[in-house]
């Protein structure tokens, strides 16, 4: 005789405890049952129900040796990135500058050291090393960037320093004395003074005085002992027992003479700039 149970809550409720909700393969391969109350169960080993993968079907794989990988000729396991490694090591060689093969990326302080023969360069370290080369050796602090058409900073097109515009200059070289490096000085133009002159003469032309006329000069004389050196003497006017001497007229003339007294020049400021070309030019400071 059966016995018949009634389904009480009790009993339902522990139906749906055990109902299984969900399901899982484990790392060992064993189905694992999960049931609505949290618990699980262990449904044993589930590999034999998944089928060996293939390059058309998902399915369950065996992961090859480096032996294998290496070997190239295993077609059912799949390879690990060890195992890749060890065949790109054995089968693809380190490349040389004679033979293609495998190569290291050198970083931006091995490009810029300039010493490794073994890694290549890549963009951005090849760009490191360059600006390294500007910035240190072509372009140090203190050196000029010049162009003919191009007024763009010169941080703009190579990417590194501080530099200032220098303007209506020219460079000079240092010669240890009347001219050291980082001074300036001169002037586009320059007011002469008498001691800049060279040692000169002028040429000048003709003077002449009035004419002074026809004229005589009159002189008198007189008698003042009756013999000797004494007997004539001459006096400003007329005396005893004389006349009048006079003198040839010397006639109408001119006196020419040489010279000027008039000023020349005009005391302008010498324009003394060399031939020139002017040009976008910076110096770099920092």
Known sequence: MSTVQSMNLARLLALEAATVIDAHIDGSGDLIMEHHDGSETNAGSALPLVPAASDTVAGKVELATDAETTTGTDATRAVTPHGLAAAVATLVPSATTSAQGKVELATSTEAITGTDTDRAVTPAALKAALNDLLSTYIYPIGSYYISDSVSTNPNTLLGFGTWSAVQARVLIGDDGGTFVHATTGGGQTHTLATGDLPSHNH??????????????????RDFDAASGSARWSFHTSGGTGGGANTSSSDGSHTHTISGSTANTGSGNAVNHMNPWRAVYMWRRTA
């Open 203 to 220: 040429a000048v032309g003709t003077l002449a005085n009035d004419s002074q006329g026809t004229h005589s000069h009159s002189v008198y």
